[in-house]
């Protein structure tokens, strides 16, 4: 169908160069070329989702703007992402969209966070997702294209423009895109969405709210070392995730993964160890923040809070995400997050929501 998001707002030159320069005075891009989204290219994208292009996934905050298919496809388009992926943009526009993730907040923080985007299942091989060597650097096609347009919807359609709804002090380079795969092969436990209750033969996309990325380098072999020195690092005081009591993600390497599971460590263990060993005292913070935390977390900080107090920096050991990714090496990487928002996981399925078992096939 014709669609008023598909006819000439302004005219423009038949030329890339000139589409470009209307996109950056319009505000529509995110700095970076686009690909223009012409009617046929917007056509060729819903090909491959049986979804009506006027089909409403969800509205997106903070403007709340309705992310029809057709809106996500001109993004998809403009990032320039492959056609095959629509599906999983449909997917993660319909979790960002969960009153879990808070997207309102999400959205128009002062804070730097990003939504990330984690792939599992069969999505990730079919589409050549990338979860081993430099899966949150440059590279693929898949990982940069995907996280760009899932950006570029939330400015677009949720009005998340830098300096008027979206109000962070900083950001970071995560908002131009953030997306990886979970690196199955490596992992010695159940990936992340077995573990939230999907077949593993389902394709699920994850949106977490991170606040940007840490490297963790460690060359022990010796789990107990290794957990003591990781938990060390997740804890430090001027962090959303003691504020809020929030869900920190851990991107652990294959080696560091392969030294906690041949100790004989579930992930359920690890993540309370982690949980244990991250506890801080109330005097490492400053008394606004403790005032400020005593408001939030009502529920599952002991009272009265102390100087001796020991605040953990999730309500639970088990709201911490613990996926296996990346190349062998001796690093993990630390996601920590908003606080204030919850990881929420969505199958990719098709209109009827049925999982899709196999990208890439054309419906129309």
Known sequence: MASELLQPLVP???DAEAVNDLYLARRWGDGLPVIPPTPERVRRMLRFTDYRPDDCIATVAPAFGAATVERIAINAVLAGCHPSYLPVLVAAVRAVAEPAFNLQAVQATTNPVAVFMLLNGP????????????????GRRANATLGRALRLILQNVGGALPGEMDRATHGQPGKYTFCCAENETATPWEPLHVERGFPVATSTV????????????????????????MADTLAFPMSNEYL???????????EHAEILARAGLSKAAVKRRLWEGSRLPGR????????????????????????????????????????????????????????????????????????????GIAYR
């Open 284 to 359: 490492r913070f400053s008394h606004a923040f403790l005032y400020r935390m005593i408001a939030h977390r009502r529920t599952d900080v002991p009272r009265p809070i102390g100087e001796d107090t020991l605040i953990p920096i999730a309500p639970r050991a088990e709201d911490m995400t613990i996926v296996v990714a990346g190349g062998p090496s001796i690093h993990s990487v630390y996601l920590p997050t908003f606080g204030d928002t919850r990881a929420v996981t969505h199958a990719i399925a098709d209109a009827r929501g049925a999982p899709i078992a196999r990208f």
């Open 12 to 14: 423009v030159a038949d």
């Open 123 to 138: 999505v990730a091989q079919q589409l050549e997702v990338n979860g081993g060597y430099n899966c949150l650097g440059q």
């Open 206 to 229: 994850t949106v977490i709210g991170a606040s940007g990325t840490l490297n963790m380098i460690e060359h022990t072999g010796d789990a107990d070392d290794l957990l003591r020195v």
């Open 244 to 254: 809020f009591g929030g869900e920190p993600a851990i991107l652990l390497g294959p």
